[in-house]
């Protein structure tokens, strides 16, 4: 039975962390707290005397804290002088961080953390983070932890040339095999065909990889051969590997020999099965991750040797590089279908959008959307209300990548509906929360998925605007004279669907404003995407205030609609130059020409 404590957490994990320094490895227990009532925090640095107590002069005396807040473990660094670095090494390639002050970090199995910079001697305070499931069973090794030094016990090291002839050339064999294949399930069986040729002391040889997440291992080949296929039974049946050894070879990284394995205080596991002698390495990408571990026992007299160790260290680096290789053809697949099907869905997506700008008497109209990816959330629409009126508007779904592109695509059917049957601007976005509310977040689910919109309804005869927002950045006027006004900025409203109950709606229900547009005019809708891009020093292109950068653009810019969005892109892609865009850019620009003459009603 999973054994949990009051908040539900699994027990059958173990937690803890590998402090390792120039004066070696020690481990500290964090499953106290987990348990109701148990301490929810460890300090860590050169003062933390009850705690993980640091020596490198690169960490601090107070340099940070391990907290559990029930469900998660974070890592807070708490005004370190060197700075704490995160690196995770999950995925391609390993990623390191440096941890932002005061700010919790969630902690993952295998998770390692470095203390500061390596000081003047090279030294350097590590510390690895472990929250596996527990492996039941004694664990009386008596090994000494070394995570960069190979551990060898009770060697009987002598140099055969003959056997290392045969072994080296069964390397090369093993080379083209891993150099051929890039399945990594069919590289595995014709390894381990070559396996008994390169140690024939050998009686089972296994090839393991790691579980992601765990601290299990699971079988991706093997091979049995004389007394040991019959002890081991089928070769369907489940192989055994020792705790021990699993901790020396995948999480210390280490080579390992083990001889005269009767002498010895073993797994009980291992000793049932009459092993003498195992030699075990871990099978290391070129990227630093460890992807497996590589073992061959034997139940003979005629034991292992460091020079068989040595062959096996060799053979395994070979099968760490083969099965990245392996592991990059396949994300390399995987991301050309991906791209494939992301550029279809581009290409549909890009069907929603207006096939251009209005061609209105007396009126100009420009447009641009940029995705972020293959496909957005963005949406800008023109729907022609009646003989009098168009709707102009901006929409932005929370996110961007697929799954607003599909809210996008409702979105952009719903919305016109909605303009044609309501007629009103606040009715119609009163009319899109009640539709997509239920949709997007239905009761009891955990969602937080909405939309943000710019509406407005132009009177096309004598200019008059009947605007409204929902959560959206405010509409921008540019009058003829450079001078901005804000129409929407102190209108109450509240972004599409995001629900906080009928008191938060009553509170927040939609108004509308009206304004009056004149020759030579420019009223400017966007998405927050373009003001909130930063240049290269993490600096906004607008700001949600004082619109900086952005603002300056509008007002200086001499002309008409096109004129002013030109201008804007222009500088915008002068400014983001060299930085990462995160999101959708949306501009709508439109106004009176010079000559438009308005007419009363």
């Given at each position: 039975?999973?054994?949990?404590?009051?908040?539900?957490?699994?027990?059958?994990?173990?937690?803890?962390?590998?402090?390792?320094?120039?004066?070696?490895?020690?481990?500290?227990?964090?499953?106290?707290?987990k348990l109701v009532g148990g301490p929810k925090e460890k300090r860590i640095g050169r003062n933390a005397v009850d705690g993980i107590h640091t020596v490198?002069?690169?960490?601090?005396?107070?340099?940070?804290?391990?907290?559990?807040?029930?469900?998660?473990?974070?890592?807070?660094?708490?005004?370190?002088?060197?700075?704490?670095?995160?690196?995770?090494?999950?995925?391609?390639?390993?990623?390191?961080?440096?941890?932002?002050?005061?700010?919790?970090?969630?902690?993952?199995?295998?998770?390692?953390?470095?203390?500061?910079?390596?000081?003047?001697?090279?030294?350097?305070?590590?510390?690895?983070?472990?929250?596996?499931?527990?492996?039941?069973?004694?664990?009386?090794?008596?090994?000494?932890?070394?995570?960069?030094?190979?551990?060898?016990?009770?060697?009987?090291?002598?140099?055969?040339?003959?056997?290392?002839?045969?072994?080296?050339?069964?390397?090369?064999?093993?080379?083209?095999?891993?150099?051929?294949?890039?399945?990594?399930?069919?590289?595995?069986?014709?390894?381990?065909?070559?396996?008994?040729i390169v140690f024939p002391k050998g009686q089972r040889f296994m090839l393991f990889a790691t579980v992601p997440n765990t601290r299990f291992l699971r079988?991706?080949?093997?091979?049995?051969?004389?007394?040991?296929?019959?002890?081991?039974?089928?070769?369907?049946?489940?192989?055994?590997?020792?705790?021990?050894?699993?901790?020396?070879?995948?999480?210390?990284?280490?080579?390992?020999?083990?001889?005269?394995?009767?002498?010895?205080?073993?797994?009980?596991?291992?000793?049932?099965?009459?092993?003498?002698?195992?030699?075990?390495?871990?099978?290391?990408?070129?990227?630093?991750?460890?992807?497996?571990?590589?073992?061959?026992?034997?139940?003979?007299?005629?034991?292992?040797?460091?020079?068989?160790?040595?062959?096996?260290?060799?053979?395994?680096?070979?099968?760490?590089?083969?099965?990245?290789?392996?592991?990059?053809?396949?994300?390399?697949?995987?991301?050309?279908?991906?791209?494939?099907?992301?550029?279809?869905?581009?290409?549909?997506?890009?069907?929603?959008?207006?096939?251009?700008?209005?061609?209105?008497?007396?009126?100009?109209?420009?447009?641009?959307?940029?995705?972020?990816?293959?496909?957005?959330?963005?949406?800008?629409?023109?729907?022609?209300?009646?003989?009098?009126?168009?709707?102009?508007?901006?929409?932005?779904?929370?996110?961007?990548?697929?799954?607003?592109?599909?809210?996008?695509?409702?979105?952009?059917?719903?919305?016109?509906?909605?303009?044609?049957?309501?007629?009103?601007?606040?009715?119609?976005?009163?009319?899109?929360?009640?539709?997509?509310?239920?949709?997007?977040?239905?009761?009891?689910?955990?969602?937080?998925?909405?939309?943000?919109?710019?509406?407005?309804?132009?009177?096309?005869?004598?200019?008059?605007?009947?605007?409204?927002?929902?959560?959206?950045?405010?509409?921008?006027?540019?009058?003829?004279?450079?001078?901005?006004?804000?129409?929407?900025?102190?209108?109450?409203?509240?972004?599409?669907?995001?629900?906080?109950?009928?008191?938060?709606?009553?509170?927040?229900?939609?108004?509308?404003?009206?304004?009056?547009?004149?020759?030579?005019?420019?009223?400017?809708?966007?998405?927050?995407?373009?003001?909130?891009?930063?240049?290269?020093?993490?600096?906004?292109?607008?700001?949600?205030?004082?619109?900086?950068?952005?603002?300056?653009?509008?007002?200086?810019?001499?002309?008409?609609?096109?004129?002013?969005?030109?201008?804007?892109?222009?500088?915008?892609?002068?400014?983001?130059?060299?930085?990462?865009?995160?999101?959708?850019?949306?501009?709508?620009?439109?106004?009176?020409?010079?000559?438009?003459?308005?007419?009363?009603?």
């Amino acid at each position: 039975m999973v054994e949990s404590n009051a908040w539900g957490t699994d027990l059958t994990t173990m937690a803890y962390v590998k402090l390792l320094n120039q004066s070696g490895v020690r481990e500290f227990d964090l499953n106290d707290m987990k348990l109701v009532g148990g301490p929810k925090e460890k300090r860590i640095g050169r003062n933390a005397v009850d705690g993980i107590h640091t020596v490198g002069m690169g960490s601090s005396g107070a340099h940070g804290v391990i907290r559990f807040d029930g469900r998660n473990f974070t890592i807070v660094d708490e005004g370190s002088r060197n700075g704490t670095y995160l690196k995770r090494r999950r995925g391609v390639p390993v990623r390191e961080e440096r941890l932002v002050l005061d700010r919790p970090y969630v902690l993952q199995h295998g998770d390692e953390l470095e203390l500061g910079r390596p000081d003047h001697s090279g030294h350097l305070d590590r510390i690895r983070f472990y929250d596996g499931p527990i492996e039941i069973g004694p664990d009386n090794s008596s090994a000494v932890e070394n995570p960069q030094a190979e551990i060898v016990l009770s060697v009987l090291d002598r140099t055969d040339s003959d056997n290392l002839r045969a072994a080296f050339d069964g390397i090369l064999k093993i080379s083209r095999i891993l150099a051929t294949h890039l399945q990594i399930e069919e590289m595995a069986k014709e390894l381990m065909e070559q396996m008994p040729i390169v140690f024939p002391k050998g009686q089972r040889f296994m090839l393991f990889a790691t579980v992601p997440n765990t601290r299990f291992l699971r079988l991706l080949a093997r091979k049995s051969k004389g007394r040991r296929k019959l002890l081991s039974g089928d070769e369907d049946d489940d192989p055994t590997y020792s705790k021990t050894i699993y901790r020396q070879v995948v999480e210390e990284r280490s080579a390992v020999i083990y001889t005269d394995m009767g002498n010895q205080n073993m797994a009980a596991s291992i000793m049932e099965m009459e092993i003498r002698s195992i030699i075990c390495a871990p099978v290391e990408a070129p990227d630093g991750r460890v992807l497996g571990m590589l073992q061959v026992d034997t139940d003979q007299r005629d034991r292992f040797m460091k020079s068989d160790l040595d062959v096996l260290k060799v053979i395994a680096q070979q099968v760490g590089a083969a099965m990245q290789m392996a592991e990059l053809h396949s994300i390399a697949l995987l991301q050309a279908q991906s791209q494939s099907e992301m550029k279809h869905a581009g290409e549909i997506a890009s069907m929603f959008l207006p096939r251009g700008v209005p061609v209105v008497e007396g009126f100009e109209f420009w447009a641009d959307y940029q995705p972020c990816e293959e496909v957005g959330g963005d949406f800008y629409h023109f729907t022609k209300v009646d003989s009098d009126r168009l709707a102009i508007g901006v929409c932005d779904v929370v996110g961007h990548g697929v799954s607003a592109a599909l809210i996008m695509a409702n979105l952009s059917g719903e919305l016109k509906n909605m303009i044609l049957t309501q007629r009103d601007p606040c009715d119609t976005l009163e009319r899109l929360d009640a539709v997509f509310t239920p949709i997007l977040n239905p009761p009891d689910s955990l969602n937080c998925r909405f939309f943000t919109i710019s509406l407005a309804f132009l009177n096309v005869h004598d200019g008059t605007m009947q605007v409204t927002n929902g959560g959206h950045p405010y509409l921008v006027i540019r009058r003829a004279d450079g001078k901005l006004e804000f129409p929407d900025r102190e209108l109450s409203g509240r972004a599409i669907a995001m629900d906080f109950g009928d008191d938060y709606k009553e509170l927040n229900r939609f108004e509308t404003a009206t304004v009056k547009l004149n020759p030579g005019d420019v009223a400017v809708y966007y998405s927050d995407g373009l003001i909130e891009a930063d240049d290269i020093h993490r600096k906004p292109f607008g700001g949600l205030e004082d619109l900086r950068t952005f603002g300056d653009v509008v007002a200086r810019t001499e002309g008409g609609p096109k004129a002013v969005g030109q201008a804007i892109m222009k500088r915008f892609k002068e400014f983001t130059a060299g930085a990462k865009i995160s999101d959708d850019v949306t501009l709508v620009c439109f106004g009176p020409k010079p000559d438009f003459r308005p007419v009363s009603a």
